[in-house]
C-alpha cells in the first residue's frame, strides 16, 4: 500500500516537473501536437479496424445485422478516448 501511494506520487512530481521544464524549453507545443497526431493514428487504426470487421460479417453472413453496427460503432467510440 504504502509503496503505491510513493509510486504514484513521485510519478505525479516526475510530471509536474516534466511540465515545468516543457514550458521553460518550449516543448509544450511540440508534445501537443506529437499527442495529437498519436491521437489520430489510433483513431485511424480503430476505424481500420471496424473496417476489416465489417467485412469479414458480410463475406461469413452476406449481410450485416443493425446491431452488429451498433456494437461496433459503441466499441470504437469507447476505445477512442
Do not use: P
Not at 515545468?20 to 485511424?44: C, F, H
Not at 469479414?56 to 459503441?74: D, E, F, I, M, P
Amino acid at each position: 500500500m504504502t509503496k503505491n501511494i510513493f509510486s504514484r506520487a513521485a510519478h505525479c512530481a516526475g510530471q509536474i516537473i516534466t511540465g515545468i521544464a516543457d514550458r521553460l524549453n518550449g516543448n509544450t507545443a511540440r508534445r501537443r501536437a506529437l499527442k495529437q497526431r498519436l491521437y489520430v493514428a489510433m483513431l485511424a487504426a480503430e476505424q481500420h479496424r471496424i473496417v476489416a470487421a465489417r467485412a469479414v460479417q458480410h463475406r461469413t453472413t452476406g449481410l450485416t445485422k443493425h446491431n452488429a453496427l451498433l456494437h461496433w460503432r459503441a466499441d470504437f467510440h469507447r476505445h477512442a478516448v
